[in-house]
């Protein structure tokens, strides 16, 4: 079946501009023209269209056209695993913005100071706790978003219990993609001890990969379907 643009437009409901963006991306086979010059698309064009619209909406467009062009190369299992790597990717910041919400919850957040036994930590066993890379704590230190003391008897960077709680609710909301104003008035409350507003957006943050992980699960529904509509599974 020989299908116009405007049908799978209207189908999709996405503009026939959208539909010549994707293909001069070259994120779909090649698509011929008839007798009068206008693109003829056919049923896998319509697979492969459906498959970026759902894909992309679960992880990004920059790898969905990655996993197009992998599919083009008939190399499934490598389109594949880069599909799985970014979901294992979402299950580890679901983790995390669990753990940040658990250390939200406790009554005492600054527990170590205010009985006067601050347990300092160096940047790596930071790192190390928060799984997250020094090179990151050191660039969110220059936008304003960590202050770190400094040893006096050596000068390295010295973190406490209450950078970790501030640390895990950075990162939440950074892959949540909250702007860096709003990252900024959530930190503020937890420098008055006053956690309400930070717990509420780091369980925003957690809805949010809920959902991510949903769209996930139905862009990989439609990659399914344009794998064996390319007879590359059984």
């Keep these: 079946m020989k299908l116009r643009p405007i049908d799978i437009a209207r189908k999709l409901n996405i503009s026939t501009s959208a539909l010549r963006h994707y293909e001069d991306w070259g994120i779909v086979p090649p698509i011929e023209r008839g007798a009068n010059g206008y693109r003829i698309y056919t049923e896998v064009h319509v697979a492969y269209f459906e498959c970026i619209r759902a894909l992309s909406a679960g992880f990004g467009m920059q790898l969905t056209a990655d996993v197009m062009r992998k599919l083009q190369a008939e190399e ?29 919850d406790e009554l005492e957040m600054d527990e170590w100071n205010t009985k006067g036994r601050t347990k300092w930590m160096t940047i790596g066993e930071i790192a190390e706790e928060t799984s997250i890379p020094t090179s990151v704590l050191r660039h969110w230190e220059q936008e304003g978003l960590i202050t770190v003391e400094r ?5 390295y960077r010295r973190y406490n219990r209450s950078h970790i709680k501030r640390v895990l ?13 709003t990252i900024k008035e959530a930190l503020q409350g937890l420098d008055h001890n006053n956690i309400e507003q930070a717990r509420k957006i780091a369980y925003d943050s957690l809805q949010h990969l809920h959902k991510l992980n949903k769209d996930q699960l139905r862009g990989t529904h439609y990659l399914y379907r344009l794998c064996k509509k390319l007879n590359l599974i059984e």
């Design 76 to 104: 499934m299992d490598a389109a594949l695993w880069m599909v799985n790597e970014r979901q294992a990717s979402l299950y580890q910041d679901k983790l995390m913005a669990e753990k940040t919400i658990q250390l939200l």
């Design 151 to 155: 040893d006096p008897q050596n000068g």
């Design 169 to 181: 609710l950075i990162r939440s909301l950074r892959t949540a993609i909250y702007s860096l104003d």
